[in-house]
């Protein structure tokens, strides 16, 4: 008996670590293009050094932007708890909701529109 619950715990612990890496992945992606688009399309704002907290920002005023359906194309793309990633709901700091929001502007196909949208607001970071 207590080798079927190893196993299964070990299934959980894995199946979870694939998952997060899978996760960790996809916001390298999303950060990679955003990162490599802005250098190209803004090399002057050098947004790709930006901390998060600034990336954080352009996100929330790139956020308001969206129509309806592109808000509802965002907000299902990852799941969310009181308007932030709901993976980030116990933890404090900006980065993990800076990284999941990249991740679903990224799932939401929006990611050549903020791309524009930072270069055209990037230099307006107070």
């Given amino acids: 008996m207590w080798h079927r619950v190893?196993?299964?715990t070990a299934l959980?612990?894995?199946s979870?670590?694939?998952l997060a890496a899978t996760a960790h992945e996809h916001a390298l992606h999303g950060w990679d293009i955003f990162n490599k688009q802005t250098t190209l399309?803004?090399?002057a704002l050098k947004i790709a050094e930006k901390p998060a907290g600034d990336v954080n920002y352009l996100e929330e005023g790139f956020q308001s932007t969206l129509n309806a359906r592109q808000q509802r194309?965002?907000?299902k793309a990852i799941p969310r708890v009181n308007g932030g990633p709901r993976v980030?709901?116990?933890r404090n700091g900006i980065s993990c909701p800076t990284a999941?929001?990249?991740i679903a502007i990224e799932k939401a196909g929006l990611l050549?529109?903020?791309v524009g949208y930072a270069c055209s607001n990037g230099g307006h970071i107070p």
């Fill in 41 to 43: 399309q803004c090399p």
């Fill in 73 to 75: 194309a965002f907000e």
């Fill in 16 to 18: 979870a670590a694939a």
């Fill in 88 to 90: 980030c709901a116990n």
């Fill in 100 to 102: 999941w929001d990249m």
């Fill in 12 to 14: 959980i612990v894995s």
């Fill in 112 to 114: 050549p529109r903020f």
């Fill in 6 to 8: 190893v196993i299964t």
